[in-house]
């Protein structure tokens, strides 16, 4: 109950913030922002886990001469965990959002986006999914900083991990990018990617942030199997990488990309080739 107490203003957070974009942009059909208030979700639920016990005792207790500490008070694993999250979270919330504005919105919620009941749903989904993904920073975050055991080689192959997966994904993305932008401009006929990254896997961003949060998860290991916390700690924080998994590979991610790629080409050669 100790560690799920100390979770409790990373959950408020998570949901609350979700909560009010939903009374904002429910009512509005606006689903243009539904992936920066994810993006943010995580940079806001990431502070609160970390800074929770300082801006309690400056502003609730009161206690004479609190203060907030700076980033380097708190221990390398705490620093290197909060600083991927944050990179990656903003880099991704940004791309997202600015194809949603290009495109004038997403087709994923053309319909449910006129559904209030469950367009609100979908934004506590997605207070759920921040909650899970980056359940491994924030239970990192609940761990006093001089209790962290120092950084091993499994740490520092972890964090090779992460940031291979990280540019992984932002070559992807790059990649897919300057591939609509070109056929935008008739510089080339093809009807999907076949190129760089997408020559390897039809879904090469994903298998990036698959390894993104497997990264993420190893390095928690180090505090999350220590004494202090709950032998199980560490099992419940690899809910992170197997959410991630499940949701891209059986919910929202390839299911409806492939569905959509055999609807669009499903008699095309090139493309059953591509498969295989």
């Not at 740490?155 to 940031?163: I, M």
Request: proline share 7%; hydrophobic share 45%.
């Amino acid at each position: 109950m100790a560690l799920f107490s100390k979770l409790a203003p990373s959950i408020v957070s998570a949901f609350g913030l979700q909560a009010a974009l939903a009374l904002i942009f429910v009512p509005q059909a606006n689903e243009k922002f539904y992936d920066l208030g994810g993006s943010i979700g995580f940079v806001s639920t990431t502070f609160v886990s970390l800074y929770y016990p300082h801006l309690k005792s400056k502003y609730w207790d009161r206690i004479p001469n609190s203060t907030l500490p700076s980033i380097t008070y708190f221990a390398p694993r705490q620093i290197i965990m909060n600083a991927a999250i944050i990179a990656w979270s903003s880099r991704l919330g940004a791309f997202l959002f600015s194809r949603a504005i290009k495109a004038g919105g997403d087709s994923r919620f053309d319909e449910v986006k006129h559904k209030p009941a469950v367009f609100t749903g979908f934004w506590m989904a997605q207070a759920t999914w921040v909650l899970l993904v980056g359940l491994p920073v924030y239970m990192v975050n609940t761990l006093p900083p001089a209790n962290h055991p120092k950084l091993g080689p499994l740490d520092y192959l972890s964090v090779a991990l992460w940031a291979g997966s990280w540019l992984f994904e932002i070559v992807a993305d790059h990649q897919k990018a300057s591939w609509r932008r070109r056929k935008e401009d008739k510089e080339h006929d093809d009807k999907f990617i076949t190129q760089g990254l997408w020559g390897l896997s039809r879904h090469p961003n994903y298998v990036g942030e698959v390894g993104v949060w497997t990264g993420m998860w190893l390095l928690s290991g180090g505090s999350l199997l220590s004494p202090f916390f709950p032998k199980a700690a560490w099992l419940m924080a690899g809910a992170s990488p197997l959410l991630t998994w499940f949701l891209l590979t059986r919910v929202s991610g390839v299911p409806p990309l492939e569905r959509a790629g055999d609807k669009k080409f499903g008699s095309d050669p090139k493309w059953q080739e591509y498969k295989r």
